[in-house]
């Protein structure tokens, strides 16, 4: 009997040990990304502004709740599909809601560029400024951030239910989409090439039904030519223009051979083929998990850039993307019934950074020219905040590089910062005072004794280790204790029974 009740015993502690090394191994996910974000200081804006176009009825948030800090978005997102989050809110303007229903999606359109003057007349049932902080800015960093592993909100749901959920990530900036990709069985992430003009998959292998929605420019053509955005809205079929009627200025002319014009259209357009892909196919939405669609203009942005901060083409532009977001938030949350969180996150413009900050722009291109992308090196400074590597670069090089970047900033003592997303701890090196300041080639880093870049979860990993071990080792202590000192032959009591019920005299 003993050495049955030992057997049970072991198996018991066999099944556990599996049971907890696959919790512990499945539970450490890796999500690094080879890109930086150049950051600016915190600053007040007037104009960045998350507003709930549609929330289901159990969703419910307090319209007098003050500014959301930047690095919150996401968690309030989390909470609110009805996961937890790792660490508490400052915000406190999403009420308990009702924890059976919670909604099938999560649509977030973002509009990059916009103005405080800007009337983006988008109808929403709250909206809530943004206030900027020194750990995340912008909107590269709004979408690129979660917890402390670097995730991002589609990562994350997507690693919950085991790349399940659908996670579509569309921008015409690479970076961008990049920033709101998830990871998984079913996720998509589309951006427009320039090299090869056209709009396309990052894994064609697992296009599925977007697969045709791979365009080149003169297909969106053809297709801009059948949408109706409204009556403000004219398109030229034969020169390729397009004019949207501005109130009390005139008509804005957008000529579609200009790849900024070109875009801006297009972009949307994109968004509402997608819509109706999803119609076709309600069986991607129609199922147990929660999606995450994430679709950031970046066109707006680059208009101005091109055109002006308040040239007729900016404020056309915003004229019709409030026409175009107003169709597609109600578009999105009649495809889930009702049953979906639509948001508009629209981030401050600016200006460039390589104009306010021409000497800093110029160090940090010469310091990083070697390790970037080939459609990064010439269009470098109309990509910044975000800075894009090539793509097999080793993670050692991609800390060593952030690293020396940072310290590089530090010297120069420039207000901006270096946010290096794959990197949760900065690594330093060390070199004599005699030597140059040109002789560290970051490419050399073979010789740099770099520290071992451990995960936040290290030190709760090893604990969790740590005890079990002890406990383990005093368990088999104890139970080997007792069978060395049990005596099965001893005349007891509980072997000189013969019945049930115990005699008494």
């Known amino acids: 009997m003993a050495d049955q009740k030992v057997s049970h015993l072991s198996l018991f502690i066999a099944i556990f040990l599996v049971i907890f090394l696959s919790v512990g191994v499945l539970g450490i996910p890796n999500d690094v990304r080879h890109a930086f974000i150049i950051k600016e200081p915190a600053k007040a804006t007037a104009a960045s502004m998350l507003s709930i176009t549609h929330a289901p009825n159990y969703v419910s948030f307090l319209k007098d709740a003050g500014p959301i800090p930047s690095n919150e978005i996401s968690s309030i997102n989390t909470l609110a599909l009805g996961f937890s989050v790792p660490k508490d809110l400052t915000w406190a303007g999403l009420m308990a809601g009702d924890m059976f229903r919670r909604p099938k999606a999560r649509i977030l359109i973002a509009v990059d560029g916009v103005l405080q003057d800007d009337s983006l007349n988008v109808p929403a049932q709250v909206s809530f400024p943004i206030q900027e902080t020194d750990e995340v800015s912008g909107l590269d960093g709004m979408l690129s951030q979660l917890n402390a592993l670097k995730e991002n909100l589609a990562t994350h749901i997507s690693k919950i239910f085991g790349g399940r959920s659908l996670t579509l990530s569309v921008s015409a900036d690479p970076m961008l989409a990049a920033f709101g990709s998830g990871a998984g069985m079913n996720s998509h992430t589309m951006h427009y090439n320039q090299d090869k003009k056209k709009f396309l998959l990052t894994d064609d292998d697992n296009a599925g039904i977007f697969q045709d929605l791979q365009r080149d420019k003169n297909q969106i053509l053809s297709e801009l030519e059948k949408n109706n955005f409204g009556n403000g809205v004219k398109f030229s079929k034969d020169s390729h223009v397009i004019t949207v009627a501005v109130p009390g200025q005139g008509n804005a002319v957008f000529d579609l051979n200009k790849q900024e014009d070109f875009l801006l259209f297009a972009e949307v357009q994109i968004i509402f083929d997608i819509l109706q892909k999803l119609q076709q196919n309600p069986d991607l939405v129609n199922d147990n998990v929660p999606d995450i669609l994430t679709f950031s203009l970046a066109s707006l942005k680059a208009v101005r850039a091109r055109y002006g901060k308040n040239s007729l083409q900016a404020k056309g532009a915003v004229v019709f993307l409030s026409a175009v977001i107003t169709k597609l938030s109600k578009g999105f949350a009649d495809l889930y019934n009702g049953n979906a969180l639509v948001e508009v996150l629209t981030t401050e413009w600016n200006g460039d950074l390589k104009e306010r900050y021409p000497e800093v722009v110029g160090e940090i291109f010469h310091h990083l020219e070697p390790h970037l992308a080939s459609d990064s090196v010439e269009s470098f400074s109309q990509h910044l905040p975000s800075v894009n590597f090539k793509h097999d670069m080793d993670n050692t090089i991609m800390e060593t590089l ?35 300041p040109g002789t560290f080639s970051s490419g050399n880093f073979s010789a740099l004794n770099v520290a071992y870049n451990y995960t936040p979860f290290y030190s709760i990993i090893f604990n969790i280790w740590l005890w079990l071990f002890i406990a383990l080792v005093l368990t088999v202590y104890v139970i080997a204790l007792v069978l060395w000192y049990m005596d099965p032959g001893r005349d007891s009591i509980i072997y000189r029974m013969t019945s049930q019920r115990m005699k008494t005299e």
């Open 402 to 436: 952030c690293d020396s970047l940072h310290n590089k900033l530090l010297n120069m003592q420039s207000k901006l910062k270096v946010d290096c997303l794959g990197s949760s701890v900065l690594h330093r090196t060390r070199r004599d005072v005699d030597d140059e």
